[in-house]
């Protein structure tokens, strides 16, 4: 089984940067379009950024548009995040996976941005 181990959060003030990474046990992620998903307690787990497995295609939701930048090294299985501008609502616990959630979710990063 496929475990996916996600790195870089922490707690940020508004306006600053985090970069987050998401690994995989194995080349896992060749050949899938990947996402970072985001959820705070209480809401739906939302997908925030896409990159397709050749990393041409690149979709965001638009409350993140302009701000952050998904990346993927397919020789190391990895996808980066790479948040700026942080606001108050980016605070979340950040997820990645397939877009179509096809491998067991990791721990997750959390993210909180705070004064």
Known sequence: QVQIVESGGGLVQPG???RLSCAASRSAFN????????????KQREWVALITSSGNGIRYVDSVE???????????????????????????????????????WGQGTQVTVSS
Not at 31 to 42: D, E, L
Not at 77 to 96: G, I, Q, R
Request: hydrophobic share 35%; glycine share 8%.
């Open 16 to 18: 600053g940067s985090l």
């Open 66 to 104: 302009g701000r952050f930048t998904i990346s993927r090294d397919n020789a190391k299985n990895t996808v980066l995040l790479h948040m700026t501008s942080l606001k108050h609502e980016d605070t979340a616990v950040y997820y990645c996976n397939s877009f179509q959630r096809d491998f067991a």
């Open 31 to 42: 050949g899938y379009t990947m996402a970072w998903y985001r959820q705070v307690p209480g």
